[in-house]
């Protein structure tokens, strides 16, 4: 962006808004009389008599600054950080022109001198004196809004928490000495945990994709981990995926370390609360933060240590825009503030075998026998339960399923997982399992009205598919409802009482004694003791998504699920009804998750997937969509695949970000690009949906660099 535009002087290019906001400026000084507020009639502070503002507007063709005069009046309060009302735009109210709303916006900087030379508009309010946008957390807003194709406004909005007088009138308490560096603790089941933990506490910043062992002792884990930067002089971030990983982790933290030294920043506080707490860290009295997804901005002073559990959490993607994820806001923290990293989980993700396999992080894991030790028995669906059965593979609740319950609840609690309603399978092979995919760009296949084949990324129609690995031509799909599971069990063990814990009712924990828990992934309580045995249910549900990490997600929900239950050598036993020759099953019974994401991995770097790729979701109406793909600079080598129709929401199910207005057909197109070429893909995209917008072509669309969901 050129030094003009970032200042928001008039030339070449101006938005309609600023260029009224200008005309009216120079009629301003030939007025008569003058208005307060506006253009005149207040003398301008003597030293740095212009604000660079950053205006709450997220529009991606006003990302910029915009200069106003500062009052001397509002001299000693209008300091960069600082909530101002500024008058931005033009409009008109009883015939004559007015100018402009007020709006919110924060001051970036004081200068001098505007390079704009026409009459600057005054700042209309200092709202609040609390410098909330710092130096730090601005140069961070900016390069996520980079990162993602975003507007600076937009970040901002997701990183300063809604100003509350109450909270910032009341002072925050004076810092605490740092705490002395922590034990080990359970850390020494790790080789290299002790030495991480050393690093942190001498002031290094080393970096760790940490595979967590089975069993209740993560939380402490991270406590330790934040313990140590904390007895350097330093801060600490953590972020988890809700509220009850946080209150974990808080409740260990402070049984380590006491009160007074870390906050819990989540929604369950109330936006006051947070808000209070927020200032307190922003302020310096607090050094270390743990909190969910919205954390990841927290003004935490000097990190040493950034931290996040359970990466693969879909929560941890921000649905507001730009939609940035929490793991690459850390990673971006980590470099910028030079602060250790600790990516943690009980699975592993491909982008966590990424960073360990380019060298950025180093692994920190648990020997074999140590694995083995803490991990419970896993059993499937075999050969030999076949016979006994011969219907134990397509059946829902097979023999050993029945077994695995009646025996488990002779030790105490049973765990049942049962995938949601909403997981929509993907096509794949009848004979074998392998996934459907195109064989031009090797996205997944649809079948859409009518029985076609066509592929959701590129559009193209499959007419005559087989199955690569085994040349089976017959697809499968298969949606598994669980609403009758607890019923079913329930009338199967009537003497035991049945618990509940999903979307509208999640429990946090359930005592040791015997019952049945029927669970949704994500929502699985903590049992006192640990559960005696799990049952994995209805494993096509989760392997069968049109999503490109299925395998991945399902993986990763079976060992959350799992590392609830106790370790083989106190008999804790899982069952997992699904094919055991797939993939991720196989990695579930050695339960080696960084060995299915190494194989995913090459995978993706085979076909050309994220991460090893790059990729931009372009949704929107089809002609706008492939206007913004052609007026775009692409970085060279860019493919274009699709667009392809979106898929109208399930009836009765409510509207989700990027889901197209009722009555709209709208359309996605994905643009893919090289290892190296994804900031150029991101500001190609941006600099033409600017430019569209400016000179109003079409409707606007909607973008995403790197999607989530893609299948």
Known sequence: ???????????????????????????????????????????????????????????????????????????????????????????????????????????????????????????????????????????????????????????????????????????????????????????????????????????????????????????????????????????????????????????????????????????????????????????????????????????VRDPGLVAIWDDGDSSHSDPHAPQPHAREVLLQRAVTERAGFLLGGLGCTVEAAQLVETGWARPLVADRERVRAAAPLIRTVSDADEARDAAARAARLPTLAWQVVRDGLTRGPVLVQVPRRGYVPRLSCERCREPARCRACSGPLEARGGGELCCGWCGRAEGDWHCPECGGVRLRARVVGARRTAEELGRAFPAVPVRTSGRDHVLASVPGTPALVVSTPGAEPVAEGGYAAALLLDGWALLSRPDLRAGEEALRRWLEAAALVRGQEDGGTVAVIAEPTLRPVQALVRWDPVGHAVRELAERAELGFPPVSRMAAVTGRGEDVMGLIAAARLPEGAEILGPVPIPAAEPGRPRRPGDPPPGEQWERALVRVRPGQGAELAASLKAARAARLVKREGEAVRLRIDPPDLG
């Open 1 to 299: 962006m050129s030094r003009e535009n970032e200042r928001g002087s008039a030339g070449a290019g101006e938005a309609p808004e600023q260029l009224a906001l200008i005309r009216e400026a120079v009629r301003g000084t030939k007025a008569a009389r003058a208005r307060p507020r506006t253009w005149r009639g207040a003398e301008l502070a003597e030293t740095l008599p212009v604000a660079r503002v950053l205006v709450d507007k997220g529009l991606v063709h006003l990302d910029r600054y915009f200069d106003y005069a500062v009052p001397a009046a509002m001299d000693a309060q209008a300091r960069p950080g600082v909530r101002v009302r500024v008058r931005f735009g033009a409009g008109e109210k009883g015939g004559r022109r007015e100018g402009g709303k007020l709006v919110s916006g924060f001051v970036v900087e004081r200068v001098a001198e505007s390079e704009f030379r026409g009459v600057l508009a005054p700042i209309a309010q200092v709202l609040s004196e609390e410098p909330v946008l710092t130096p730090e957390l601005l140069s961070l807003c900016r390069a996520v809004a980079d990162r993602y194709a975003g507007t600076l406004a937009d970040v901002v909005q997701l990183a300063v928490p809604p100003r509350r007088a109450r909270a910032e009138a009341r002072p925050s308490p004076a810092p605490l000495p740092p705490n002395p560096p922590p034990a080990a603790g359970s850390w020494e089941r790790y080789p290299a945990g002790p030495g991480f933990l050393d690093a942190l506490a001498r002031g290094d910043a080393p970096r760790a994709v940490w595979t967590a062992l089975p069993g209740p002792h993560w939380p402490g884990e991270l406590a330790r981990a934040v313990a140590a930067a904390l007895a350097s002089g330093r801060g600490a971030l953590v972020v988890v995926p809700d509220g009850r990983a946080a209150a974990r982790v808080d409740a260990e933290l402070t049984g380590l370390i006491g009160e007074g030294r870390h906050v819990l920043l989540t929604a369950d506080v109330g936006p006051e609360e947070r808000y209070r707490r927020w200032l307190a860290v922003n302020r310096g009295s607090v050094r270390a933060v743990v909190g969910t997804r919205a954390a990841m901005f927290a003004p």
